[in-house]
Antibody, heavy 121, light 108 residues
């Protein structure tokens, strides 16, 4: 069964750091690009970051550029999001999502259940 | 950045009726448009990609149309499980993927 499971969310103070993980199963993880998407409480969806299937290219939304780092370990079928210098406006549910294309880029066909990140003092 | 604008913000529909949701792009996205459904407390689910192709397992009552800058999602006969928020997304202008603000379909 194709599945993405996020973990690592929690409460962190402004300026702090957090690392999210996304464990993939049921598909060939190393063949697909992967995204992080977030949703602030009561708000819409915001794309955050993308990494190619082999980690060769990474892209970020302007709102997180220079603070967040996306990475992957294909040997562990796991996607990561390192979040530094966190701000209150980073408070959101963070979803990992699979790109449906083995090249790039297409719709997001599989989503995890999300992990909540709260930035508050 | 391509701005995606959805209308209306809220759509009140009775079960069994037809629902028509609109999505407009600030510049052409060709047919590189997807629709997602999100229910409270759940992750989004892909409904439509390529503007008009249903994703795996999506019922035939969901249909998408349009190209360029104007797109429509139609639900032909609303079922109770269809009341949710729907988002459009463009993936033409990567690496900057953008979503619309969402349309909430509620029970009338």
């Amino acid at each position: 069964q194709v599945q993405l499971v996020e973990s690592g969310g929690g409460v962190v103070q402004p300026g702090g750091s957090l690392r999210l993980s996304c464990a993939a199963s049921g598909f060939t993880f190393s063949s697909y690009g992967m995204h992080w998407v977030r949703q602030a409480p009561g708000k819409g969806l915001e794309w955050v970051a993308f990494i190619r299937y082999d980690g060769s290219n990474k892209y970020y939304a302007d709102s997180v550029k220079g603070r967040f780092t996306i990475s992957r370990d294909n040997s562990k079928n796991t996607l990561y999001l390192q979040m530094n210098s966190l701000r209150a406006e980073d408070t959101a549910v963070y979803y990992c999502a699979k790109d449906s294309s083995t090249s790039c880029c297409d719709a997001f066909d599989i989503w995890g259940q999300g992990t909540m990140v709260t930035v508050s003092s | 950045e391509i701005v995606m604008t959805q209308s209306p913000a809220t759509l009140s529909v009775s079960p069994g009726e037809r629902a028509t949701l609109s999505c407009r792009a600030s510049q052409s996205v060709s047919s590189n448009l997807a629709w997602y459904q999100q229910k409270p407390g759940q992750a989004p689910r892909l409904l439509i990609y390529g503007a008009s192709t249903r994703a795996t397992g999506i019922p035939a009552r969901f249909s998408g149309s349009g190209s360029g800058t104007e797109f429509t999602l139609t639900i032909s006969s609303l079922q109770s499980e269809d009341f949710a928020v729907y988002y459009c997304q463009q993936y033409n202008n990567w690496p900057l993927w953008t979503f619309g603000q969402g349309t909430k379909v509620e029970i009338k």
